[in-house]
């Protein structure tokens, strides 16, 4: 039944693909969840989401061997040149993004292939090799991909809202799981299709961001506009205005956009309380604070709100409601075992799972321990160093980004990941960037603020949906 099924996706994907490309390429985050959906070509297997990257690459490379190839009748050598070379145009984008993106993420696939090779030196070759196959190389295509087809900001939004899209079946998934009490996770937290809580709240997180900070520009082209009078006067005028005002000025704001973006923030934001995972709380809270100290002291709105005193009153205001989310935990059982370090709670338990994982780095240090062994490896060795029974004598992953990434492929990966972040928020010192693209950019990065803050206590990158979220919040920005 899953392999007629993916045949069927995958012959309605070839269609898209012919009718429009692009159209393709920027409705593909919706699609993201379909890794779970499985099939094989002879003995390998494959995920919905990579026959779909896989062919979206393959189309796209052809039509740009056909576009530079038969561009004119000249000799065979000349085509060839201008494949490989196109009057230097070629050259300057790769000398343009080298240092920014290239070089990190051409190490990020070094160590990867590190951590592959010593995954085979210890008999563990297939699993890592579907690691490598769907959680680096894969992703990384689609991030390729992004960059290369996709350069306009409408492009780039259009994206993001279809990202959206799969966030809210999810959303609507985990919601659902809680009205009829019907629970995959034992622990009787929404958790959408996934086997943990935590991976619903790893990919709907930055939605919130995402959807919350859209609104957000949206209330402030509103209530600013071009008008030079005091932010609390301009609001109030508006507010006042809605009742006197003609019905198309009112759908400049409430349009069908932004009940989109309105419904998609306050149905991810529920899902995501509601998955109890607090590191994606605390970090979804993280992003709308940073993004407030950019757009109250850095971006072109900073004047209009006014003195200091009432910029500090927007911080205040997401304290509080950071606040008030707390507080809508109080009595759970997750709520209570938070802090509880003398026993067995999710906070304990990390704490056993840094402290193996730091003897592995040591132990390991240059090239880590190999792809996706870190389970087997957790099971064999966590009561030796630990010198007691763990908590949980198994555990899938490290619970941090950069730890995850260092045991996976080495300290070349290690590297990789702290020169992305700060490659990718690096781009908002571009002066040659307009308006729009800085206010698009600013986005994008609350959300890989989310994912950068979550990745403190959980891994953010070694899972395939959340290696293309990844990769496309950083083809988007580059």
């Known amino acids: 039944m899953m392999t007629f099924l993916s045949v069927l996706i995958l012959c309605a994907w070839i269609i898209f693909l012919a009718w429009d490309y692009k159209k393709a390429v920027i409705a593909l985050p ?34 740009f061997l056909k576009e530079r190839f038969y561009r004119d009748e000249v000799d065979l050598f000349s085509r060839i040149k201008r494949v490989l070379w196109d009057e230097g145009k070629i050259w300057n984008e790769v000398k343009k993004s080298f240092f920014k993106i290239l070089l990190p993420s051409f190490g990020l696939l070094i160590g990867s292939l590190a951590g592959l090779y010593v995954s085979h030196l210890y008999g563990d070759t297939i699993s890592a090799l579907g690691i490598f196959k769907g959680w680096v190389l894969m992703p990384m295509l689609y991030g390729a991909l992004v960059i290369r087809v996709l350069r306009s900001v409408e492009d780039k939004k259009a994206t993001l809202y279809f990202y959206m899209l799969s966030a809210l079946v999810l959303s609507v998934w985990g919601i659902w799981q809680v009205i009829t009490g019907d629970f995959i996770t034992i622990d009787g937290r929404a958790s959408g299709p996934f086997e943990s809580a935590n991976y619903l709240a790893l990919y709907i997180g930055p939605c919130v961001v995402l959807s919350g900070v859209l609104l957000w520009q949206r209330a402030e082209h509103y209530f600013f506009g071009d008008i030079d009078e005091g932010w609390v006067k301009t609001a109030w005028l508006k507010v006042k205005n809605w009742f006197v005002v003609e019905e198309e000025e009112k759908r400049s704001f409430l349009s069908e956009v932004a009940v989109y973006e309105l419904v998609i923030f306050f149905t991810s934001l529920i899902a995501l309380l509601y998955s109890m995972s607090y590191g994606g709380i605390i970090a979804v809270f993280g992003g709308f604070f940073l993004y407030a100290v950019y757009e109250l002291f850095f971006s072109s709105f900073r004047d209009r709100y006014g003195e200091l005193w009432k910029k500090i009153a927007v911080f205040v205001v997401i304290i509080v409601i950071g606040i008030l989310a707390g507080f809508s935990q109080i009595g759970t059982t997750k709520f209570d075992d938070f802090l509880a370090f003398e026993r067995q709670s999710s906070s304990s338990v990390r704490i056993q799972t840094w402290t193996v994982t730091k003897k592995l780095i040591e132990d390991e240090p240059f090239l880590g321990i190999g792809l996706g062994r870190f389970q087997k490896v957790y099971e064999q060795e966590a ?96």
């Open 30 to 63: 919706a699609f993201f969840p379909l890794y779970l959906v499985k099939f094989q070509v002879g003995f390998v297997p494959f995920t919905v989401i990579e026959g779909m990257v896989y062919l979206a690459v393959l189309w796209v490379f052809v039509k």
């Open 383 to 478: 009561e030796e160093i630990l010198g007691v029974v763990p908590y949980e004598e198994t555990m899938l992953h490290p619970h941090n980004l950069w730890f995850s990434t260092w045991l996976n492929a080495g300290m070349i990966g290690a590297i990789a990941i702290p020169w992305i972040f700060i490659a990718v928020f690096w781009t908002l010192r571009n002066k040659e960037l307009d308006f729009e693209k800085k206010r698009l950019f600013a986005v994008i990065l609350a959300m890989f603020a989310v994912v950068g803050l979550h990745g403190l206590v959980d891994q953010t990158f070694w899972k395939n949906d959340l290696a293309l979220l990844w990769w496309m919040i950083i083809g988007l920005v580059i």
